[in-house]
Each structure stands twice: as C-alpha cells, then as structure tokens.
C-alpha cells in the first residue's frame, strides 16, 4: 500500500499565536499517526515562491491523510492555522 503524504509550505504571519496552532493539531495527528518527515528547520530555496515554514508530513496511506484533513479535529485547527499563516498545501500519494 502506498503512503500518503502532506506536503505544504507555510508563511507564518502572526509567529506570536502560531504555536496555537500546532498545539491544536496534535490530537488529529495522534488519532491518524501523523509522522513528520520535515517540520520546519533550515532550507535553501532554489526556484520559485519560497516559505519561512516546510512541512513532510507521512500517513500509512493516502485515504488516511486525507480522512486527518477533513477530520473534525483537523479542521478545528485549521482554523487557528488560516488566523496565524498562509500556505500552499496538497495531499499526495507516495510511489
């Protein structure tokens, strides 16, 4: 079975509230075993619109990832993630 994927780029605008956010996500996480590949750290952007903030996030499979999207505890934290960030986001399936 392939795995599904998160892939988003984020501009935070408002860093004072976004760990609002990221503590809100958890329990989605957790509840679809979420496994972060890349969450933040150091990058170099080499062609195109660029992020102050990367995200990897691996699901077992790409129906999981997208049930954790649309989950209502994922979208309760959207909520703080649109107030505080932009992003460019897509679900995506692994080879």
């Given at each position: 079975?392939?795995?599904?994927?998160?892939?988003?780029?984020?501009?935070?605008?408002?860093?004072?509230?976004?760990?609002?956010?990221?503590?809100?996500?958890?329990?989605?996480?957790?509840?679809?075993?979420?496994?972060?590949?890349?969450?933040?750290?150091?990058?170099?952007?080499?062609?195109?619109?660029?992020?102050?903030?990367?995200?990897?996030?691996?699901?077992?499979?790409?129906?999981?990832?997208?049930?954790?999207?649309?989950?209502?505890e994922y979208q309760a934290a959207l909520k703080l993630?649109?107030?505080?960030?932009?992003?460019?986001?897509?679900?995506?399936?692994?080879?």
């Amino acid at each position: 079975m392939k795995k599904g994927y998160w892939m988003g780029m984020v501009d935070v605008t408002d860093p004072d509230n976004y760990p609002k956010y990221i503590e809100a996500n958890k329990a989605a996480f957790d509840k679809y075993g979420a496994n972060f590949l890349v969450r933040a750290g150091q990058y170099s952007n080499q062609e195109g619109p660029a992020a102050n903030r990367h995200v990897v996030i691996e699901f077992k499979d790409y129906a999981t990832a997208v049930a954790c999207f649309h989950s209502p505890e994922y979208q309760a934290a959207l909520k703080l993630r649109r107030a505080y960030a932009t992003a460019h986001f897509a679900i995506v399936e692994g080879v």
